[in-house]
């Protein structure tokens, strides 16, 4: 369809209320979970795997962004930090290591 015949109400699209709930669920994990739950990944997960996550979490980031403007650029920045450090973590092997061996302590 054309730009000009395209609908203007897509039910299929994201409503702003999706992204604020999945803005607070994702702030929920930030301050409570460990990095392998922020990412949504196994304590096994695969080099591929942890990047994989990381690149569907800063989309939904953008997405949620894109969708809420400037309303919410602070707790925006917490998660997008809080998936930056879980990211930076569980990428390098030997962090990775560490920090499991720390949970499983």
Same mark, same amino acid.
């Given at each position: 369809?054309?730009?000009? @015949?395209?609908? $203007?109400?897509?039910? +299929? %699209?994201?409503?702003?209320?999706?992204?604020?709930?999945?803005?607070?669920? /994702?702030?929920?994990? *930030?301050?409570? @979970?460990? &990095?392998?739950? *922020?990412?949504?990944? @196994?304590?096994? !997960? @695969?080099?591929?795997?942890? /990047?994989? !996550?990381?690149?569907?979490?800063?989309?939904?980031?953008?997405?949620?962004?894109?969708?809420?403007?400037? +309303?919410?650029?602070?707790? $925006?920045? =917490?998660?997008?930090?809080?998936?930056? =450090?879980? &990211? =930076?973590?569980?990428?390098? %092997?030997?962090?990775?290591?560490? &920090?499991?061996?720390?949970? =499983?302590?």
């Amino acid at each position: 369809a054309s730009p000009a @015949s395209a609908p $203007l109400f897509n039910p +299929a %699209a994201p409503r702003q209320d999706d992204h604020v709930t999945w803005l607070r669920k /994702r702030l929920v994990e *930030i301050r409570e @979970s460990d &990095y392998f739950a *922020i990412l949504g990944v @196994s304590h096994d !997960a @695969s080099d591929d795997d942890v /990047r994989a !996550a990381f690149d569907a979490a800063l989309s939904e980031c953008a997405g949620a962004a894109s969708a809420l403007g400037d +309303a919410l650029t602070g707790p $925006l920045a =917490e998660v997008r930090a809080g998936l930056d =450090e879980a &990211y =930076e973590v569980l990428a390098n %092997a030997t962090l990775r290591t560490t &920090y499991r061996a720390g949970l =499983e302590s």
